[in-house]
Antibody
Framework: EVQLVESGGGLVKPGGSLRLSCAASGFTFSNAWMTWVRQAPGKGLEWVGR??????????DYAAPVKGSFAISRDDSKNTLYLQMNSLKTEDTAVYYC??????WGQGTLVTVSS | QTVVTQEPSLTVSPGGTVTLTCASSTGAVTSGYYPTWFQQKPGQAPRALIY???NKYSWTPARFSGSLLGGKAALTLSGVQPDDEAEYYC?????????FGGGTKLTVL
């Protein structure tokens, strides 16, 4: 069974940093392209960024609002995806989901940016 | 800034058929945008339904189908059930980056 479990969310002050993790199991993680999606409270889905498999170059793409402040990485030896978030703003408050190209989603982790 | 537009809300009767659409501010949607559709119910994580325009996942009910229609991506539900009441989102890819539509709230009444 495919499982994606996000962790690392919490309360952080504006300008702070946070690193989210997504632990994957039930599929060959190293072959998967992985994506982060977020959803602000009461709002729609927002695509954050994606990392390709190393076999496909391991490159990353980001949405314009987070380019330069967020970074996605992966550790295939640990079957784990990461989202490093720097210079956080109040508008980054959201539930952050990790997803795979195989269609599975985690349950999300809440990030609250507030003073 | 690229905008992906969906109907804000639609209402359908049980057993009926409804088509949700997904338009791009850049012009006609083609298969090269890899249209993907998701369903989200209140308090739950989204669930993927359709990828690359019309491909279904193993868990996608047969009554859901994806297509291109009149320059837009489309999701058609045939034989709608009360359980299909949910928010539906489309996702289009522009080069490497994805952009979600604003979502369609589907009411089954």
């Amino acid at each position: 069974e495919v499982q994606l479990v996000e962790s690392g969310g919490g309360l952080v002050k504006p300008g702070g940093s946070l690193r989210l993790s997504c632990a994957a199991s039930g599929f060959t993680f190293s072959n998967a392209w992985m994506t982060w999606v977020r959803q602000a409270p009461g709002k729609g889905l927002e695509w954050v960024g994606r990392i390709k498999s190393k076999a496909d170059g391991g490159t990353t793409d980001y949405a314009a609002p987070v380019k330069g402040s967020f970074a996605i990485s992966r550790d295939d030896s640990k079957n784990t995806l990461y989202l490093q978030m720097n210079s956080l703003k109040t508008e980054d408050t959201a539930v952050y989901y990790c997803t795979t190209t195989y269609g599975s989603w985690g349950q999300g982790t809440l990030v609250t940016v507030s003073s | 800034q690229t905008v992906v537009t969906q109907e804000p809300s639609l209402t359908v009767s049980p057993g009926g058929t409804v088509t949700l659409t997904c338009a791009s501010s850049t012009g006609a949607v083609t298969s090269g945008y890899y249209p993907t559709w998701f369903q989200q119910k209140p308090g739950q994580a989204p669930r993927a339904l359709i990828y690359s325009t019309s491909n279904k996942y193993s868990w996608t009910p047969a009554r859901f189908s994806g297509s291109l229609l009149g320059g837009k991506a489309a999701l058609t539900l045939s034989g709608v059930q009360p359980d299909d009441e949910a928010e539906y989102y489309c996702l289009l890819y522009y080069g490497g980056a994805g952009v979600f539509g604003g979502g369609t709230k589907l009411t089954v009444l």
